[in-house]
């Protein structure tokens, strides 16, 4: 059965410090999806990555950056130099083949303070 | 494009009165899904649908509804609110069975509560 686990509920930074966030999943699947979305106050989903789980290369796009490493079934985000801005819930998802389609299931969300 | 709208965007409701969220995307998606948010909990699927007259439960499927008539639009319907339903529902859509595009786009969620 399909699971994700975040299991940090909220984290606090002070502005400029790293931040990690954290992900272990569940699935029986060889073919499955990962996904990090954002949840700014303002309360809509913003997508932010997408992987398969055939591409464990990990990925950075600015001061973002994703580690995904099956061995342990781990999705882990980064942010690097943290700002104000990022302060939001953080959700991961995984998504893996249903009939005819994918079902994607969402961890419970990481809310990250981000102090200025 | 408009991307995924929903209406309305907040709802109060009596226990026991029923309504029907709607949910319309103009995308030309084949999967749409419901989600509802509740604190602590991320967001739990309630239904979903691989394309027009297809429709499948999620996890939380108790007390919802759901047909899909069109490609465009997926409603939810709520028979017999109850206050457990107070939540925020959340409706997506992606092009499902093209796996390399499996990216769903969320609506901006419709805020209810079951008094």
Same mark, same amino acid.
């Given at each position: 059965? @399909?699971?994700?686990?975040?299991?940090?509920?909220? #984290?606090?930074?002070?502005?400029? =410090? $790293?931040?990690?966030? $954290?992900?272990?999943? =569940?699935?029986? +699947?060889?073919? %499955?999806?990962?996904?990090?979305?954002?949840?700014?106050?303002?309360?809509?989903?913003?997508?932010? #990555?997408?992987?398969?789980?055939? +591409?464990?290369?990990?990925?950075?796009?600015g001061r973002y950056?994703?580690?995904?490493?099956?061995?342990?079934?781990?999705?882990?985000?980064? #942010?690097?130099?943290? @700002?104000?801005? +990022?302060?939001?819930?953080?959700? !991961?998802?995984?998504?893996?083949?249903?009939?005819?389609?994918?079902?994607?299931?969402?961890?419970?969300?990481?809310?990250?303070?981000?102090?200025? | 494009?408009?991307?995924?709208?929903?209406?309305p965007k907040f709802?109060?409701?009596?226990?026991? @009165?029923?309504?029907?969220?709607? !949910?319309?995307?103009?995308?030309?998606?084949?999967?749409?899904?419901?989600?509802?948010? $509740?604190?602590?909990?991320?967001?739990?699927?309630?239904?979903?649908?691989?394309?027009?007259?297809?429709? $499948?439960?999620?996890?939380?499927?108790?007390?919802?509804?759901?047909?899909?008539?069109?490609?465009? +639009?997926?409603?939810?319907?709520?028979l017999s609110a109850?206050?457990? @339903?107070?939540?925020?529902?959340? !409706?997506?859509?992606?092009?499902?069975?093209?796996?390399?595009?499996?990216?769903? %786009?969320?609506?901006?969620?419709?805020?209810?509560?079951?008094?």
């Amino acid at each position: 059965a @399909q699971k994700v686990t975040q299991a940090q509920t909220e #984290i606090s930074v002070v502005e400029k =410090e $790293d931040v990690t966030l $954290d992900c272990v999943y =569940e699935t029986r +699947d060889t073919t %499955y999806y990962l996904f990090w979305y954002k949840q700014p106050p303002s309360g809509e989903l913003v997508f932010l #990555i997408r992987r398969n789980s055939f +591409d464990e290369q990990n990925e950075i796009s600015g001061r973002y950056s994703w580690n995904f490493q099956k061995s342990t079934s781990s999705f882990n985000f980064t #942010i690097t130099a943290s @700002q104000v801005v +990022d302060s939001a819930v953080y959700f !991961c998802a995984l998504s893996e083949k249903n009939t005819g389609g994918f079902k994607t299931i969402f961890g419970a969300g990481t809310r990250l303070f981000v102090k200025a | 494009n408009a991307g995924v709208t929903q209406t309305p965007k907040f709802q109060v409701l009596k226990t026991g @009165q029923s309504m029907t969220l709607q !949910c319309a995307q103009d995308m030309n998606h084949e999967y749409m899904s419901w989600y509802r948010q $509740d604190p602590g909990m991320g967001l739990r699927l309630i239904h979903y649908s691989v394309g027009a007259g297809i429709t $499948d439960q999620g996890e939380v499927p108790n007390g919802y509804n759901v047909s899909r008539s069109t490609t465009e +639009d997926f409603p939810l319907r709520l028979l017999s609110a109850a206050p457990s @339903q107070t939540s925020v529902y959340f !409706c997506a859509s992606s092009p499902a069975g093209i796996p390399s595009t499996d990216t769903q %786009y969320f609506g901006p969620g419709t805020r209810l509560t079951v008094l």
